[in-house]
């Protein structure tokens, strides 16, 4: 009887940059800005006997852009914006290359009587199959309010609500 044997070897390398700053204008309380970026980029290769061998290369850049207004003050506008690119390959299998985009804000109103949030974020996502030419693209809308009181130390009522617009394609060409 023969006997069987795999081999398997395996290389990863991933690296990456990543700069966060927070600072604020005039006073703490007055406006916070927080700001990320990062790149990183990933490789990795896969050697068998058994199953063909395969390359990745993944890419991932983004930016997120943060604002508080008014920090601990009895109404906080919050805003926020966050752009992401990715692009994946994986040799002979698949080559996609994604986008999104994100923004939106909060509104925060705190008192002791009823107090209440609301927020609003809008989402936009791109995703391309490049050698197919398919795409994906997604676009939403999202809106909330929250309220709550409390009567006696025992309760709690909470008011939600919340409203959401989605539009969806997939376009194959």
Same mark, same amino acid.
Request: glycine share 4%; proline share 3%.
């Given at each position: 009887?023969? /006997?069987?044997? /795999?081999?398997?070897?395996?290389?990863?390398?991933?690296?990456?940059?990543?700069?966060?700053?927070?600072? *604020?204008?005039? @006073?703490?309380?007055?406006?916070?800005?927080?700001?990320?970026?990062?790149?990183?980029?990933?490789?990795? #290769?896969?050697?068998?006997?058994?199953?063909?061998?395969?390359?990745?290369? #993944?890419?991932?850049?983004?930016?997120?852009?943060?604002?508080?207004? *008014?920090?601990?003050?009895?109404?906080?506008?919050?805003?926020?914006?966050? *752009?992401?690119?990715?692009?994946?390959?994986?040799?002979?299998?698949? /080559?996609?290359?994604?986008?999104?985009?994100?923004?939106?804000?909060?509104?925060?109103?705190?008192?002791?009587?009823?107090?209440?949030?609301?927020?609003?974020?809008?989402?936009?996502?791109?995703?391309?199959?490049?050698?197919?030419? #398919?795409?994906?693209?997604?676009?939403?809308?999202?809106?909330?309010?929250?309220?709550?009181?409390?009567?006696?130390? #025992? /309760?709690? @009522?909470?008011?939600?609500?919340? @409203?959401?617009?989605?539009?969806?394609?997939?376009?194959?060409?």
């Amino acid at each position: 009887m023969g /006997d069987s044997y /795999d081999y398997q070897k395996n290389s990863y390398l991933i690296g990456g940059a990543l700069v966060n700053t927070k600072s *604020f204008f005039l @006073h703490p309380n007055f406006l916070i800005l927080d700001v990320d970026a990062g790149y990183f980029p990933e490789t990795s #290769r896969d050697n068998f006997i058994v199953i063909p061998d395969q390359a990745e290369v #993944r890419t991932l850049k983004n930016l997120n852009i943060r604002t508080t207004l *008014f920090n601990q003050k009895k109404i906080t506008l919050s805003t926020f914006a966050n *752009f992401n690119e990715t692009y994946q390959n994986r040799e002979y299998l698949t /080559d996609v290359k994604s986008k999104s985009k994100q923004w939106g804000g909060a509104l925060f109103y705190s008192n002791k009587f009823l107090p209440l949030t609301v927020n609003f974020s809008k989402i936009q996502l791109e995703q391309k199959e490049i050698p197919s030419g #398919r795409k994906f693209n997604m676009d939403e809308n999202i809106f909330q309010g929250k309220t709550s009181k409390s009567f006696t130390s #025992r /309760d709690r @009522h909470e008011l939600n609500y919340s @409203h959401n617009e989605s539009e969806i394609q997939n376009i194959f060409r």
